[in-house]
């Protein structure tokens, strides 16, 4: 797996105040499992289990009910692209050129129809309607966490798809 540049570390110090990225470790967070299956490949979210909607992303209540009896669910590995845009200039800092997105379509059948999600391993008009992308998780920068006196870096990922080839 290929790191992510990401955030800048300032003379070897984390700056937690330019990380955009989210915080995965079971402590911050209730959608932590999110990030679990991620690690094991899989794209998931949360489904209700009293009135059935999915939701993307994952919730930790359901936003038409309110329940909080969610059960993760798996989504479709591989989509069609509908549409792209391509920044090729202003990004924020520790993102590369150029930066592209996509609105994915999971097709009909699956729990989440569509998607926007960043496209990566492509260049510039690499990526077109019609074409068929897939999942791929990536590294980014740990983000640190006190446990107990001691200060670890809790790693994360996080995901993107790529052009099939
Ligand atoms: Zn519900």
Redesign the pocket.
């Known amino acids: 797996m290929m790191a992510e540049v990401g955030i800048p570390y300032l003379e070897g110090k984390y700056s937690p105040t330019l990380d955009m990225w989210p915080i995965e470790a079971k402590q911050f967070n209730r959608i932590y499992p999110f990030y679990d299956n991620l690690r094991e490949g899989k794209l998931t979210t949360t489904k ?1 289990k ?4 999915v939701a993307f992303p994952p919730r930790v209540i ?1 936003p ?4 909080d009896e969610l059960e993760w669910i798996e989504l479709p590995k591989k989509g069609k692209v509908i549409a792209t845009v391509e920044k090729l200039g202003g990004l924020p800092i520790g993102f590369e050129l150029p930066l592209i997105d996509a609105w994915i379509d999971f097709g009909e059948g699956s729990p989440v129809r569509h998607m926007l999600s960043r496209v990566k391993n492509c260049a510039q008009g690499d990526v077109n309607e019609g074409d068929e992308v897939q999942l791929m998780v990536f590294d980014i920068p740990g983000h640190p966490m006190d446990v107990g006196r001691e200060s670890v870096i809790a790693e994360r990922v996080y995901f993107a798809f790529e052009p099939v080839k």
């Open positions: 209700c009293k009135c059935g909607h359901c038409e009910c309110y329940s």
